[in-house]
């Protein structure tokens, strides 16, 4: 099943285009990352699928689960399943952070038709969602992300992840300022929600975070546009060579 599509999406911010032309199919079940350069657009491309204010779509369409994702609100994009970790999760001082989780999973649940879970229920759930990315349960009641080191709000997204189960995951700079044990627990927790029905899509500058989440496909972003798309082997080329020689393909059409 088509999970996402993309087809000829450009896009600007104050005027200017940042992306110029993405095509990218994701599959269910798939893991797919994004590399490339700083300044390439991956996360004003992460930000466009979720829906984040100040992107003017120019052309082109997003299709998710057969449905126009560019004209739903991003907690309507939320509510059908799609999650996304930013690049710089937000401090929400005077909210608890098991607050903000339990009226999440209830946005996302009243969407499916399920029951609201009360209390107890969520509480339940939520430790032992906790103990798959080693959280400590004083987490739950301090302010969203308020004095969180950067591996604490990296542990606190993905503890949100496993908790909503999304059907569309878009993760920027998941690896960004972890250590190399947080980075190996983010990883097995982001491993332990890959599943047959679930998409992931990855955004990374570095090589190093497709050694424990393996991708599989890779894909270039260069200039605001897909300019390469392999498997894990091109982040290992990428790896070795740098991003200049991608540069050296040639634009593709659209
Ligand atoms: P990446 O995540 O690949 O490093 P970004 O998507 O953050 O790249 O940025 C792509 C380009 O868009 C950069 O040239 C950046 O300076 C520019 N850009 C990003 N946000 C804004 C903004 N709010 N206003 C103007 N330019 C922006
Ligand atoms: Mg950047
Ligand atoms: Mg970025």
Redesign the pocket.
Known sequence: MKMLEIKNLHAK??G?E?LRGINLTVNAGEVHAIM??????????S?VLTGRE?YEITQGEVIYKGENLLELEPEERARRGVFLAF?YPVEIPGVSNIYLLKAALNAVRKHQGLEELDAIDFLTLVRSKMQLVKMDEQFLHRSVNEGFSGGEKKRNEILQMALLEPELAIL?ETDSGLDIDALRTVSEGVNALRNSDRSIVM?T?YQRLLDYIVPDYVHV?SEGRIVKSGDKELAKELEKSGYSWVHDAPEPEG
């Open positions: 911010i104050d200017k940042i490339g350069p700083n300044g390439a657009g991956k996360s004003t491309l930000n100040g690049q920027d955004i500058h972003l």
